[in-house]
């Protein structure tokens, strides 16, 4: 038997949290994935929900850890402990009108939530043989470090964050769609 590792603790902490929210009807998981890359050694994980209500909005959480990031837990004595964590990002996928002030709002209540020390990058994709004023965005919310086992709580916590989140986006789209 093996001590599992900090993303797998971590991964199964997270879809617990997640699937319970699921099963009190607060939100729907849509897609789960739990890839393992033999050509890299590396992991990721992933699930998509949104909220049971209304799936306007999608909301991605996803853990990715490298082999770097596997040998420096499992092997503390040769690689530094600073690299034994996962990375995490949180992903907001909606479709909307392309309009600044839009953008601004839904930037400024992710702000208000994640805080100012988390790196929002708003993707826009755009098809040009559609109507030019609808766009597909997608937010990501990247935390610019390893997220480690001992923050377990922060993690949980972040289930929280990102269903208020889909809280607050949905409800700046119905008002601007309305």
Not at 38 to 54: I, P
């Amino acid at each position: 038997m093996f001590d599992p590792t900090a993303f797998e603790n971590m991964k199964v902490v997270i879809e617990g949290a997640l699937y319970d929210c699921d099963l009190e009807g607060e939100i729907t998981i849509v897609d789960r994935n739990d890839i393992m890359n033999m050509a890299k050694l590396s992991r990721s994980y992933d699930v998509t929900f949104s909220l049971s209500n209304d799936e306007a909005v999608k909301c991605e959480f996803s853990m990715e850890a490298a082999l770097e990031n596997l040998a420096a837990e499992l092997l503390p004595a040769s690689l530094s402990e600073r690299l034994a964590g996962t990375a995490i990002f949180i992903t907001f996928v909606m479709t909307h009108l392309n309009n600044r002030l839009l953008h601004e709002e839904i930037d400024n209540e992710l702000k208000t939530i994640w805080g100012n020390g988390r790196n929002i990058k708003h993707i826009m994709k755009v098809d040009p043989f559609q109507d030019a004023d609808m766009i597909r965005k997608e937010i990501v919310i990247d935390f610019n470090r390893l997220i480690f086992e001992d923050q377990m709580d922060d993690v949980v916590e972040m289930v929280d964050y990102m269903i208020r989140s889909l809280e607050k986006i949905n409800k700046i789209l119905r008002r601007n769609f309305a």
